[in-house]
């Protein structure tokens, strides 16, 4: 055992150790280094020499392929399941393990053993990210946190998420995504969250998982790494989460609701507030009034009292955690607010499922009707829905039409149904064009372009595989015609 944190979190680590912590075998190839090494990667484009290089197995592409190149750039450990066939002069020691993506997450388990930081884990359907960043915001009023960052929501991204943690960090805020069962589970089993967080049950991933009650089954998998007294925070207007006998069963559970009247933390007196949100919390018997979020939607208020909640569980002040909240900075692509010309996008082309693809058509209502203000939406595909996803989709055209939008553009085949959709259930079918083909940003761009004019505000919202955000970009090049 290293006699204190440093030498595994900011220093080197050797490949004995690695060996060790791993139940790996330590194989020398020319000798080896006999040295120590530090910062691990999974991905030969970043990696630097000297340092760790995980070879990953993935759907796609695996890792193995690239070790000798490593070796030759000067990686002195690697961790994989196999040694490759191929010469080499370069001296490196190998890790064989039997799985290297469970190698990397007993490695990254011990270093968040070592570094004693409290840890919160964060999943649900939809709004998780901006959770986790709302969460982020609070504690780090108070604590050195360290989070999730990007996409690295998964398996391997959870161990390199433990590996960025220092010695100072005092609170980790970790993200949990998934596509199918077991994947939540795996994650926090080597998290072991001492506070456990589900936004919501969605439909995203019906595909795989074919119902919401198997939705969120999957998402209780976080129960899995928690002690029976952590305490677990749910949607208490989530009937699929109060009524499911895993979370009766616990002692310390804290239903955060906007209109449960029974809930722990409830939101109430909601207002619009220049472009952000205005509201009162009931928060375990106290009243917090005039609570401020820079953001707008009831579903970002959602996850604001969650954050309010964890950050009144980790004993950080009102006064902080009010200024956590205040100074809140969304993530890219994620109902990102700018001016674009005279006209207003709101960005928020990250991914979709109906539910978030709601919650932003809610938001444009709100904007347009408090401004006086066209509501144009572009709206492409959502992907993973599985024998529901035509349905999913007529399901927002009606929506849609019903949220005042006047100009609606959608994007993909999928897409195509929220088309037909919005014609039926009222806007105007002059006012409804189609693209299916997401490979051509430019020309949705060109068509899209002499339709808008001034103080538009412009939703695009799709799934991350639309890559919906080209669009926009497309979209600059015509911004003489709206300014």
């Given at each position: 055992?290293?006699?204190?944190?440093?030498?595994?979190?900011?220093?080197?680590?050797?490949?004995?150790?690695?060996?060790?912590?791993?139940?790996?075998?330590?194989?020398?190839?020319?000798?080896?280094?006999?040295?120590?090494?530090?910062?691990?990667?999974?991905?030969?484009?970043?990696?630097?020499?000297?340092?760790?290089?995980?070879?990953?197995?993935?759907?796609?592409?695996?890792?193995?392929?690239?070790?000798?190149?490593?070796?030759?750039?000067?990686?002195?450990?690697i961790i994989a399941e196999r040694i490759p066939d191929g010469e080499t002069d370069a001296p490196a020691d190998f890790v064989i393990v039997?799985?290297?993506?469970?190698?990397?997450?007993?490695?990254?388990?011990?270093?968040?053993?070592?570094?004693?930081?409290?840890?919160?884990?964060?999943?649900?359907?939809?709004?998780?990210?901006?959770?986790?960043?709302?969460?982020?915001?609070?504690?780090?009023?108070?604590?050195?946190?360290?989070?999730?960052?990007?996409?690295?929501?998964?398996a391997i991204g959870t161990a390199l998420t433990a590996f960025e943690i220092s010695w100072e960090t005092q609170c980790a805020v970790f993200e949990c995504g998934m596509s199918g069962r077991g994947e939540i589970s795996e994650m926090v089993k080597t998290i072991r969250p001492d506070i456990g967080v589900i936004t919501n049950i969605g439909t995203a991933h019906m595909e795989m998982l074919g119902s919401r009650e198997n939705?969120?089954?999957?998402?209780?998998?976080?129960?899995?790494?928690?002690?029976?007294?952590?305490?677990?925070?749910?949607?208490?207007d989530e009937p699929l989460l109060t009524g499911n006998e895993r979370v009766k069963a616990r002692k310390n559970v804290l239903t955060v609701a906007m209109y449960n009247r029974h809930a722990d933390v409830r939101a109430l007196n909601l207002r619009m507030l220049n472009g952000g949100m205005l509201f009162d919390i009931i928060c375990r018997g106290r009243v917090i009034t005039n609570v401020e979020i820079p953001v707008p939607g009831m579903h970002n208020i959602y996850n604001a009292v969650i954050a309010f909640t964890v950050g009144d569980l980790c004993d950080v002040s009102e006064e902080k955690?009010?200024?956590?909240?205040?100074?809140?900075?969304?993530?890219?692509?994620?109902?990102?607010?700018?001016?674009?010309?005279?006209?207003?996008?709101?960005?928020?082309?990250?991914?979709?499922?109906p539910e978030s693809?709601?919650?932003?058509?809610?938001?444009?209502?709100?904007?347009?009707?408090?401004?006086?203000?066209?509501?144009?939406?572009?709206?492409?595909?959502?992907?993973?829905?599985?024998?529901?996803?035509?349905?999913?989709?007529?399901?927002?055209?009606?929506?849609?039409?019903?949220?005042?939008?006047?100009?609606?553009?959608?994007?993909?085949?999928?897409?195509?149904?929220?088309?037909?959709?919005?014609?039926?259930?009222?806007?105007?079918?002059?006012?409804?064009?189609v693209n299916l083909d997401t490979g051509d940003a430019r020309t949705m761009a060109e068509m899209m372009a002499p339709l808008l004019r001034a103080d538009d505000v412009l939703l695009v919202k799709a799934s991350r595989s639309v890559h919906a955000?080209?669009?926009?970009?497309?979209?600059?090049?015509?911004?003489?015609?709206?300014?």
């Open positions: 055992m290293y006699e204190n944190i440093t030498e595994i979190l900011t220093g080197p680590i050797s490949a004995e150790k690695i060996a060790q912590i791993t139940d790996g075998e330590l194989v020398p190839v020319n000798g080896g280094h006999g040295s120590s090494e530090s910062v691990i990667s999974t991905d030969s484009r970043t990696q630097k020499p000297h340092g760790i290089f995980a070879a990953i197995t993935g759907e796609r592409n695996d890792g193995h392929k690239y070790i000798l190149n490593e070796i030759e750039r000067g990686v002195g450990i039997e799985n290297t993506t469970s190698a990397l997450l007993s490695l990254a388990r011990y270093c968040i053993d070592i570094s004693g930081c409290k840890r919160i884990a964060v999943t649900g359907s939809v709004g998780k990210t901006t959770t986790k960043e709302f969460i982020s915001s609070v504690l780090s009023q108070e604590y050195k946190t360290s989070k999730t960052e990007g996409n690295k929501n998964t939705i969120a089954s999957a998402k209780l998998e976080l129960l899995d790494g928690m002690d029976e007294d952590a305490p677990l925070l749910i949607n208490g955690i009010r200024a956590g909240l205040k100074n809140f900075i969304n993530v890219s692509m994620r109902q990102k607010i700018y001016r674009m010309g005279k006209i207003t996008i709101i960005d928020d082309a990250y991914n979709a499922s693809m709601r919650a932003a058509l809610n938001v444009l209502s709100s904007m347009t009707k408090e401004r006086g203000a066209r509501a144009v939406a572009l709206l492409g595909d959502m992907k993973e829905l599985g024998d529901s996803s035509s349905l999913m989709h007529e399901k927002i055209g009606a929506y849609a039409a019903r949220s005042g939008v006047k100009l609606l553009f959608t994007y993909g085949v999928l897409a195509e149904n929220i088309a037909r959709s919005a014609i039926r259930n009222g806007i105007r079918a002059e006012n409804v064009h955000e080209n669009v926009i970009e497309q979209l600059k090049k015509f911004q003489k015609r709206f300014s």
